[in-house]
């Protein structure tokens, strides 16, 4: 998810048209009454600590209404607002470039909202920056690396979804071809087809996997072309790591079954949709904002959940597949949860035939960061220059 | 074999998209007009025939709502840029980024709901041949309406009188002006003609190839719709071709990596762009040629008794 960006020209520009107002209309998304308290901001330099509600301010990327990341992202603070009511008030600011990062952030920061989540790997920098000036301030990134006192980062565990759902697509297959659309090549996409790929071998040793890159985020005729090339070369299962619904509609037309991604997608496609592999940020979400509330919230610090966190979970499994696949795919998901099945345990070989990982070692959180490779099974090679 | 006809296919059925809009585009700026807002009209026309056909189950309707959705844009960006004579390049611009976001607020309600299932489409008697029927018989009508489109585009425009005064319309309008014809009524009804063609365009992702509103649906088809005008020599047919090339070089890229080929997909991603371009600079290289089918007075305002 790091990457996602690159908004067609036509989004770019009309942002940058649009962010003047944006910024200056921060709070206008929200639901609460009397929002005029938030926007002129009089004595921007951070206002004395009070016994008002604590502000809280989320930045996204993308719109709302994208269905996929930012939608997810935005559920999570509306459970905020479910579980703290009065003491937070929340605010975001959606479709904010990377370009404009660092104003939106400082215009938060400056409005007086205490806790900021920025909720996209290109705000890096821009955050670590505007944490330096505001030291009152707790900084929150999502995806990143880099971390300050007052700025930590979190992240999801996408490849638990995606190893469940091998194992639903090994079940389910007669032509023991996997199809995945990818976006980019990038650790965590690679995760998410080694992890499919995995899942899938621990009940059907015969599959193959098949790749094709987008190079997009979102772009629903090229997703929807790639699963129809897919499926024309003998994939009958697909799983995407892009945004839209195009791969999950595509299947359905083709009567071959996919996933939904990143959100429920089952409505979609009755008859295709196998399972949805969706995020929930709501319980970190819930989780920082009680530290900072409690007095308890520490920077310098990363943090990945997980199904075990209630993180991610597989969702809707479709009555298509048969009881005994459910059962398999349900004891890895409880597994997973519990802690005593880790997805990436060796051997982890790749695909040309290399180990990357000894027999029965779980891998490391450093491991996970730098996996470059397919997996055995997966066919074709990593595109370079990753 | 059987693989390579469902190449066809999608390569056809992908390269449509381009083909409606860049036809319409060519007609207005055969007529002189260029309209930047390409992008723009296909995304508010997408969520407009999104909601008919949704709201009526019926995708005719849907169509039918787009191309008036962008004709109506059209309309608003040929009153400005016709009437009061404002620059072409800055109003396209702008209203490519107005239908952006207007596209996007009208489609909040859009996002997440789905369509009545899809039908597949075959040409009765046709689509049982081996090879030729899946992959040129199995097509959504649209398909054939773009290149019935193309051909009456061309006919229109070299075989009738009244493709004639569009043409003297994009070359040198003030002759005709002197002659009697209204100018500015014939653009304004070639810029509406364009952005009909650019709804229909639109629709065409929304319904039939994605079928969904997400916000910035069409990811930049409009533009590379505009460049395709452009590298065809305002050609009808060399449009058809360029759309088809294009979609057909992304299709089949898309392939080569469904099937493991080790090609960067970076090298690969270019290739629809490279290709498209290489091949029609090739075939319109002679300048004589690009010279003598640039519309003369493209861009350029028209003030009638200046």
């Not at chain 1, 996602?4 to 942002?15: E, G, N, Q």
């Not at chain 1, 299962?237 to 089952?266: C, H, I, P, R």
């Not at chain 1, 479709?318 to 519990?338: T, V």
């Not at chain 2, 909601?51 to 849907?62: F, H, K, M, Q, R």
């Amino acid at each position: 998810m790091n990457l996602r960006s690159l908004p067609v020209f036509s989004r770019r520009a009309f942002a940058v048209a649009g962010l003047a107002a944006a910024a200056a209309l921060v709070g206008c998304g929200k639901k609460e009454p009397a929002p005029a308290a938030t926007a002129p901001a009089p004595a921007p330099s951070a206002p004395a600590p009070s016994p008002e509600p604590l502000k809280v301010a989320w930045v996204y990327i993308g719109p709302v209404g994208d269905a996929g990341w930012t939608y997810a992202h935005d559920l999570g603070r509306k459970a905020v607002e479910a579980e703290f009511g009065d003491k937070v008030k929340t605010t975001f600011v959606e479709k904010v470039l990377y370009a404009d990062g660092e104003r939106v952030i400082r215009d938060l920061a400056s409005q007086g909202n205490k806790l900021i989540f920025a909720t996209s790997f290109g705000y890096m920098d821009a955050m670590l920056k505007v944490a330096g000036e505001f030291p009152d301030v707790k900084f929150e990134h999502a995806t990143g690396y880099k971390t300050a006192p007052n700025l930590r980062v979190y992240d999801a565990r996408f490849y638990h979804d995606a190893y469940v759902s091998g194992i639903i697509a090994g079940s389910m297959t007669k032509t023991n071809t996997l199809g995945f659309v990818g976006s980019f090549p990038i650790p965590e996409v690679l995760r998410n087809i080694n992890a499919f790929t995995m899942g899938a071998q621990s009940v059907n040793p015969k599959i193959r996997t098949r790749v094709v890159w987008v190079s997009s985020w979102f772009d629903p005729e090229k997703e929807s072309a790639a699963a129809q090339e897919l499926i024309n070369k003998g994939a009958d299962v697909l799983l995407q790591n892009t945004d839209s619904t195009a791969v999950l509609q595509t299947a359905e037309k083709n009567g071959k079954y996919a996933f939904g991604w990143d959100s429920d997608m089952s409505s979609y496609a009755p008859k295709a949709h196998l399972a949805s592999n969706i995020v929930d940020w709501g319980p970190y979400y819930r989780k920082s904002v009680k530290e900072v509330l409690d007095g308890t919230w520490k920077g310098e610090q990363r943090t990945i959940w997980g199904k075990p966190e209630g993180a991610n979970d597989v969702i809707k499994m479709s009555e298509a597949i048969p009881e005994a696949a459910r059962q398999k795919a349900q004891q890895a998901l409880d597994a997973i949860k519990a802690g005593t099945l880790e997805p990436f345990t060796g051997p982890v070989v790749d695909n040309t035939g290399k180990e990357r990982l000894p027999k029965d070692e779980k891998a490391t959180q450093e491991w996970k960061d730098k996996v470059d490779f397919f997996v055995k099974g997966v066919e074709g090679k990593v595109p370079a220059g990753k | 074999m059987n693989e390579t006809a469902l190449l066809i296919n999608t390569a056809l059925a992908s390269g449509t998209t381009l083909a409606l809009a860049a036809l319409g585009l060519l007609v207005n700026e055969r007529a002189g007009v260029l309209n930047l807002g390409a992008e723009g009209m296909m995304l508010v026309a997408a969520v407009a025939g999104f909601a008919a056909a949704l709201t009526t189950g019926s995708d005719t309707l849907g169509f039918l709502a787009a191309a008036a959705a962008g004709a109506a844009l059209a309309a608003l960006f040929a009153g400005l840029v016709i009437f009061l004579n404002t620059n072409q390049y800055a109003t396209g611009l702008a209203l490519s980024l107005f239908g952006y976001g207007l596209s996007a607020f009208l489609g909040v309600s859009m996002v997440g709901k789905s369509l009545s299932p899809r039908q597949t489409y075959e040409v009765p008697g046709l689509s049982d041949l081996p090879f030729v029927g899946p992959a040129l018989f199995s097509h959504h009508p649209m398909v054939y309406v773009a290149i019935a489109l193309a051909v009456a585009i061309a006919w229109f425009l070299y075989r009738t009188r009244a493709g004639l005064l569009l043409r003297a319309m994009g070359e040198n309008p003030e002759p005709a002006h002197a002659l009697g014809y209204p100018v500015r009524l014939i653009r304004l009804g070639a810029v509406c003609v364009g952005g009909a063609l650019c709804g229909l365009a639109g629709a065409y992702v929304s319904l039939v190839t994605a079928p969904l509103w997400v916000e910035g649906l069409t990811a930049g088809r409009g533009w590379i719709a505009l460049a395709l005008t452009v590298f065809a020599t305002w050609r009808p047919a060399r449009v058809l071709l360029g759309a088809y090339l294009f979609g057909g070089v992304t299709v089949l890229q898309l392939s080569l990596q469904a099937q493991g080929v080790a090609i960067s997909s970076h090298l690969l991603t270019m290739l629809p762009y490279l290709a498209t371009i290489v091949v029609l600079v090739l075939i319109s290289r002679n300048p004589a040629f690009i010279r003598l089918n640039m519309p003369a007075s493209l861009g350029k305002p028209f003030r009638p008794g200046s």
